[in-house]
């Protein structure tokens, strides 16, 4: 709903921009009649530009608040399951007993994948990274369903929320294993989710009888729904990016994966761990701190382009973190150096001038080198949780009419310029 209008003059021509109104946040000026005006709107990083209306997440950077579907992060961290929240997401509201045990019981029945998928396993190298992996098998989901692919009809977009949200966690452990050298876990429907990914991680077949303990099991499922949907970021960006020319969903969600895996997206927590390998002890931060003001390294775990209050995901991520270290009685050095870097950063001007704060993956990665996940695995558990927001923002796109993406530019290169024969070519 257009509410008033913005007057934009140029070359003595005046346009009228529409403001729109949403239900929180800033309002946006249309800016498409900028299309009659001869000029592009230029944004590099997109930070001032929101290509999409969105009724999933919400983000006040400046007061350190994020809600999906309308509740606040925190409660529904500390009070709700994972698959709640991806329901939420999905649904638009938080499911109520009945939904919730129908929704549950269809992921339950979609967690196992087509064994011929384990070949694609095979394929990799056996130190491959597992978001290498991960890229690959997600895009070769895409291979096994030609069927229930029209995003607009309700019962194909529901099988295709619930077969990735179900198939996640056993690709991802299913790319650790194989990293390991360990065979395939099949997953186990009478475990949460939470657990079910821990057994599938942990268990082998001479220990089946692994139990995921209960403080692990409820920081992975805290883990899996902060990290659930973070509005219209890169990873979430290039899903929707992808869907809007009308790839199959999987593909499109294979594309966010590849997205994520930058550090200074998803790759932040296991960058996190790497910069605490570089650090090597408490002596040294200082040495770092000088290298991070000087610009040569960036503080991994720290700073976000929206929240420039604190990150609201860290604090719950900063209590677990508490919780978890405490119930499993670890004593990691590493763990104290994190410790004392967060101290050491949150009292320095260059971070405090900045509103430089620890993001969740800073806690996060501590959290999971404390349950035992490997680093190379961390960002793939981001993945994992994520799904369920890339899906969530891919079928609000489908369920209205979408245009494809396609942003314009500032061409900075060569005009035009006669063709010249390679041995006339100096
Ligand atoms: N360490 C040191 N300085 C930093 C950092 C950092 N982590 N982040 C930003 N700055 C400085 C930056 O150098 C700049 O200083 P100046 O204006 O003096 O040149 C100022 O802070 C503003 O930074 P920016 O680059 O304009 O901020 P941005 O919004 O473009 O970048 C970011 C956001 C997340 C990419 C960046 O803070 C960063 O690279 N952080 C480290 C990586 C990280 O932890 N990423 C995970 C984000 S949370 C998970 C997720 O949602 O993906």
Redesign the pocket.
Same mark, same amino acid.
Do not use: E, I, W
């Given at each position: 709903m257009a509410d008033t209008n913005a007057k934009l003059t140029v070359n003595g021509e005046e346009y009228e921009l529409p403001i729109i109104e949403g239900t929180l946040g800033r309002p946006v000026i249309d800016v498409a009649a900028l299309q009659e005006s001869g000029f592009w709107s230029y944004d590099p990083?997109f930070k001032v530009t929101a290509p999409v209306e969105s009724k999933i997440t919400y983000i006040d950077g400046g007061k350190g608040e994020l809600l999906h579907r309308g509740y606040p992060i925190d409660e529904l961290a500390n009070h709700a399951e994972y698959l709640e929240v991806a329901y939420a997401l999905l649904n638009g509201e938080l499911p109520n007993a009945e939904q919730k045990a129908d929704f549950f019981e269809k992921i339950r029945e979609h967690t196992a994948v087509h064994d011929q998928l384990r070949k694609f396993f095979e394929g990799f190298r056996r130190d491959a990274h597992p978001m290498a992996i991960m890229v690959g098998v997600v895009g070769a989901l895409s291979a096994f369903y030609h069927d229930n692919l029209d995003l607009s009809n309700e019962e194909h977009r529901e099988i295709t929320a619930i077969r990735l949200i179900a198939k996640m966690p056993t690709l991802a452990a299913m790319s650790y294993k194989y990293s390991q050298g360990e065979p395939f876990m099949y997953p186990r429907n009478d475990f949460s989710y939470a657990e079910n990914f821990l057994y599938m991680m942990f268990a082998t077949p001479a220990d089946v009888d692994y139990e995921p303990n209960d403080v692990v099991t409820r920081a992975m499922d805290k883990i899996f729904t902060l990290h659930a949907d *973070?509005e219209q970021?890169a990873s979430t960006s290039t899903v929707r990016l992808a869907g809007s020319t009308g790839a199959n969903p999987y593909a499109c969600i294979a594309a966010g994966i590849a997205a994520l895996w930058g550090?200074? *997206?998803?790759g932040?927590n296991e960058?996190?761990l790497e910069m605490l390998d570089e650090i090597g002890t408490v002596e040294n931060v200082p040495a770092f701190m000088e290298k991070?003001k000087s !610009?040569e390294v960036?503080?991994?775990?720290?700073? *976000?382009?929206v929240y420039k209050n604190f990150?609201p995901r860290a604090k719950v991520m900063k209590e677990t973190c508490d919780e978890v270290l405490e119930a499993l009685g670890v004593n990691d050095p590493k763990l104290e150096l994190a410790m004392a870097l967060e101290k050491i950063a949150l009292e320095d001007p260059f971070f405090i001038e !900045?509103n430089?704060y620890p993001?969740?993956?800073?806690y996060s990665g501590i959290i999971l080198k404390a349950i035992g996940i490997p680093t190379s695995m961390f960002t793939v558990i981001f993945a994992l949780a994520r799904t369920s927001g890339w899906i969530s923002h891919l079928l609000e796109m489908h369920s209205a009419p979408y245009k494809i993406g396609r942003p314009r530019q500032l061409y900075t290169g060569e005009t035009r310029r006669d063709f010249v024969k390679v041995e006339d070519r100096k």
């Open positions: 990083g *973070h970021n550090p200074s *997206h998803g932040a960058a996190v991070v !610009r960036k503080l991994m775990g720290f700073g *976000h382009r990150d !900045r430089l993001n969740v993956d800073f």
